[in-house]
């Protein structure tokens, strides 16, 4: 076996072409932010935004009220971050639309290739599900300091292992639900380009790629677009959630706290109950 072939050195060429996707996103996501923040410097707030700066404040509105709603006020200022992943996630499936060619790699293997849809890759899934998953547990043992470790041992010591695993759920559905959709529709669109291609015989004169401009925009359209929207809206949310669930509020705390130690005493007071009716019971 020839494990020169299997651990090859990292180089420009071998980098995945999804990779050099979610960089282009990320740049596109950066410029945008510089060309807000330039505008919002000569930004008059007595007078009411139009055009760009319009949008902008709608978007933001919509991602404050919808932390407020699913988050509480606690969170407030957390819109500017689901604003940037919920912009990632569609620029990710619109430059994988587009097909934009790979003009970064000229060495490579995909050179002038399309760029595909970041998300067809497993990597880039999970590490969106794994910023959520480090957000939610920091979010969490910032509030509950050492509290924070008795989940792994509820309800009973025994439980430790099966805590350890089941506290990777959130982290695999994440992934597996944005890697399955986008790779799901790389995949239909893929057949219906090549099943086009055949459509009109002879077999294999490619006459009925004549066809793809009627069709596959709609395709495009669907598994591009609209499922980009809806994956990142589902994703943003579930982000939300996952976070808010962790966070229990200073007096939630307290009382939560004061419970625990109520039921200890509760649990003490039974136990010396019973051992005053053996006594009793004995004497008799």
């Not at 505008?39 to 978007?59: C, Q, R, S, W």
């Not at 979010?139 to 470790?149: D, E, H, L, R």
């Amino acid at each position: 076996m020839d494990f020169g072939k299997i651990i090859e050195p990292l180089s420009w060429n071998t980098l995945p072409p999804e990779f050099l996707t979610s960089i282009l996103a990320l740049l596109i996501v950066l410029i945008i932010a510089v060309v807000i923040r330039i505008k919002l410097k000569n930004y008059d707030p007595l007078k009411k935004p139009h055009g760009f700066l319009n949008a902008v404040e709608t978007i933001v509105q919509i991602a404050d009220n919808s932390v407020k709603n699913l988050m509480g006020p606690a969170f407030e200022g957390f819109g500017g971050y689901i604003c940037c992943v919920g912009l990632y996630i569609f620029l990710g499936f619109f430059i994988g639309m587009v097909g934009i060619p790979n003009v970064f790699q000229p060495g490579g293997e995909t050179y002038l290739e399309p760029l595909p849809n970041p998300f067809t890759n497993l990597a880039f899934p999970l590490s969106l599900a794994l910023i959520t998953f480090f957000i939610t547990h920091y979010t969490s043992i910032k509030v509950k300091k050492w509290a924070y470790f008795e989940r792994y041992i509820e309800p009973i010591p025994v439980f430790l292992p099966i805590n350890l695993v089941t506290m990777w759920s959130s982290v695999l559905s994440l992934t597996l639900r944005l890697f399955g959709n986008a790779l799901a529709g790389y995949c239909v669109i893929t057949l219906i380009y090549v099943g086009l291609s055949s459509a009109i015989p002879p077999v294999g004169s490619y006459w009925g790629m004549f066809l793809d401009p009627l069709i596959a925009p709609a395709a495009h359209l669907y598994f591009d677009i609209f499922d980009g929207a809806i994956q990142l809206v589902v994703f943003t949310m579930l982000t939300m959630i996952n976070v808010a669930q962790e966070y229990i509020s200073p007096q939630e705390l307290l009382e939560a706290k004061n419970e625990k130690e109520a039921a200890k005493r509760r649990k003490l007071e039974r136990k010396e109950q019973k051992h005053l009716e053996k006594i009793n019971k004995k004497a008799i």
